[in-house]
């Protein structure tokens, strides 16, 4: 038995704190878990939970319009945002009383507080000083609003899950996948939209024909995009609207501005000064393969050692420091054809390299491309339209890149995801017998490159 009090002490109920926890625990470690705000961490709480239910609740007025041209009719309808805030609040109660449970079936000790390491071995926590063989950082990221004049009027991806009243008028600012996820939710809700992005063309990273198509699917929706646009400073106006003043001379004004201009890694307060843990550039903590920091007995996974920030990838990351800690192995975390999905409208799908990217790596690529009406337009009425792109590395046949834009993308792409991690070709691809009629077929029945 060792002589520290804990033999994993863990600085964040989140997904990977969460998951390393309770498999270090089920594996006879002593786990205790520390978390200062809400366990089950941002996805649960103020990320990819209830951001999804928003998302599903903002297709029902754009559903209830194109059932007319399949014979329904549907009354004039009514959006109550307390029902859905209020609904959602109750779910995630729920699902944090889950992740208590979880820790507590595994074993592991649950401390609501904040934790602050006073050393190698030893973390505080309510007063109390706790020794411990290893400690797990696993504080996650919190969002990021630059500093400007006006600054305390707007509100960041915490709060709008919280919002007294639903605003009529809604800016977003920023280009990532949280922003245009948010501006496709107060669009969908009744909201009149606009985004804002200081760069050219937002979702930074994903292919280009992916970008330039959600960026007009989004304008035929009604989101005003503005690019190359920034804002100087915010006024609160009598009526309590707010306005924008961008850099272009415009003025926007809004009932709602929330910033979505990233996340950065949370790390104050958590006493890294008193021990030998280095931050890279970015602030995010230096680890490891096997999330091992530079002071040897802490490690750090998920959001703040700054691996893409997802949550599978945490859950992944916890799964594996617990195993190679408390039962032997060694592995490691393979970062490689991560499939990811943007909850836009058309939603996206998306894994492994982008155009630019094979090209870089192959010395000839092959480029399949087909955009198309999806089948349940043809009568709903609506112009929406799906993207599908494949790349293929001439040389070895091999798919290396696959997107889509279109409904239900994520749904896809998931399944071609564990194609791709087996070295799926293009010719096994195009022998797969499609399921009709499906959209998902066209990914097998795209034949001639572009």
């Known amino acids: 038995m060792s002589h520290y009090d804990v033999d994993l002490f863990v600085i964040g109920a989140g997904s990977g704190g969460v998951r390393a926890s309770r498999i270090a625990a089920s594996l006879g470690a002593r786990v205790v878990v520390a978390e200062e705000r809400y366990p089950g961490g ?9 951001k999804k239910l928003f998302v599903y609740a ?21 959006f109550n945002w307390e029902t859905l805030r209020d609904n959602k609040t109750t779910e995630i109660d729920r699902l944090q009383g889950i992740y208590r449970n979880l820790l507590s079936n ?9 934790a602050t390491i006073t050393g190698p071995h030893s973390v505080e926590v309510n007063g109390k000083t706790y020794s411990c063989e290893r400690i797990l ?7 990021f609003i630059p500093e400007f004049p006006g600054r305390e009027h707007v509100i960041s991806s915490n709060e709008v899950f919280y919002l007294d009243q639903f605003p009529k008028r809604a800016l977003v600012v920023g280009g990532g996948y949280i922003a245009v996820e948010f501006a496709g939710i107060f669009n969908g809700l009744g909201a009149q939209t606009h985004q804002l992005y200081r760069g050219p063309l937002f979702l930074r990273g994903f292919d280009p024909d992916v970008q330039n198509f959600v960026a007009q699917e989004l304008k035929k929706k009604g989101i005003n995009l503005h690019f190359n646009t920034d804002i100087e400073r915010v006024e609160k106006n009598p009526d309590g609207s707010l306005s924008a003043f961008l850099n272009n001379g415009e003025v926007i004004v809004a009932d709602t501005i929330l910033y979505a201009t990233g996340r ?24 490891n ?18 691996t893409p920030a997802l949550t599978p990838v945490a859950l992944a990351q916890g799964m594996t420091l617990a195993k190679n800690l ?10 490689s054809n991560i499939p990811t999905a943007v909850f836009c409208q058309p939603s996206i799908g ?31 009425g609506s112009d929406e339209k799906t993207l599908m792109k494949i790349l293929v590395d001439k040389q070895s046949d091999k798919v290396v890149g696959l997107h889509m834009v279109g409904a239900e993308a994520g749904e896809i792409v998931q399944g071609l995801a564990a194609a791709m991690k087996m070295g799926i070709t293009k010719k096994v691809l195009d022998s797969t017998i499609g399921i009709h009629p499906t959209a998902a077929e066209e990914f097998v029945t795209m034949r001639e490159p572009v």
């Open 42 to 50: 941002t996805c649960v709480n103020v990320g990819c939970v209830p």
């Open 58 to 78: 903002s297709h029902y007025a754009e559903d209830m319009h194109e059932a007319a041209g399949f014979g329904w009719t549907v009354e004039p309808a009514q």
């Open 106 to 114: 595994a074993g592991a000790t649950l401390i609501d507080g904040k």
């Open 137 to 143: 950082i696993a504080t996650g990221g919190w969002p």
């Open 264 to 287: 950065k890694p949370l790390v104050d307060g958590l006493g890294l000064d008193t021990v030998n843990v280095a931050l890279n550039g970015n602030g995010t903590i230096q680890a």
């Open 289 to 306: 393969d096997h999330f091992q920091t530079t002071e040897p007995s802490i490690y750090a996974l998920g959001d703040v050692i700054g």
């Open 326 to 335: 408390y039962s032997g192995t060694d592995d490691t975390v393979d970062y």
């Open 350 to 380: 998306t894994v492994g390299l982008t155009q630019q990217q094979a090209e870089q790596k192959y010395a000839e690529v092959d480029v399949f491309l087909s955009t198309f009406t999806h089948m349940k337009h043809t009568l709903s």
